[in-house]
């Protein structure tokens, strides 16, 4: 877990006449850094009844995404497998490619041509 710093790098902007006090990601900065104090601490949770809630949402929040980061690895798994099995394929249906190019130079006649195709379709 990181160090949270108890004072922003940079205090937030209160004047909405300035540009920095309409940017979005200097306003989500300041937030996750306060609410990271705030879920870190939970202090407060019984002199408001909202906390509870809002904590709760939150940790509920957390546990889904751990499921879902779950499912991702397994498709990303799944997938890495099925990238495998191509890559396999792939190189054999570059060895008959291959094959074939050979036979082509060698100017074998139309039987054995076929006869090359079908064993490389065999295997």
Not at 31 to 37: A, D, K, L, P, Y
Not at 69 to 80: E, I, P
Not at 102 to 117: C, P, Q, S, T, Y
């Amino acid at each position: 877990m990181s160090k949270i710093h108890p004072v922003p790098s940079e205090p937030p902007e209160f004047n909405p006449n300035e540009p920095r006090y309409w940017d979005a990601r200097d306003l989500e900065v300041e937030m996750r850094r306060v609410f990271e104090i705030c879920h870190n601490c939970r202090m407060c949770v019984g002199y408001c009844g909202t906390f509870p809630d809002v904590f709760a949402r939150v940790d509920r929040e957390i546990g889904l995404l751990k499921t879902d980061l779950g499912f991702v690895k397994s498709a990303v798994t799944d997938h890495s497998r099925d990238l495998r099995e191509i890559r396999v394929e792939l190189k054999e249906t570059k060895a008959a490619v291959v094959r074939v190019e050979g036979a082509l130079a060698r100017k074998v006649d139309r039987d054995e041509l076929e006869a090359i195709v079908q064993r490389a379709r065999e295997r």
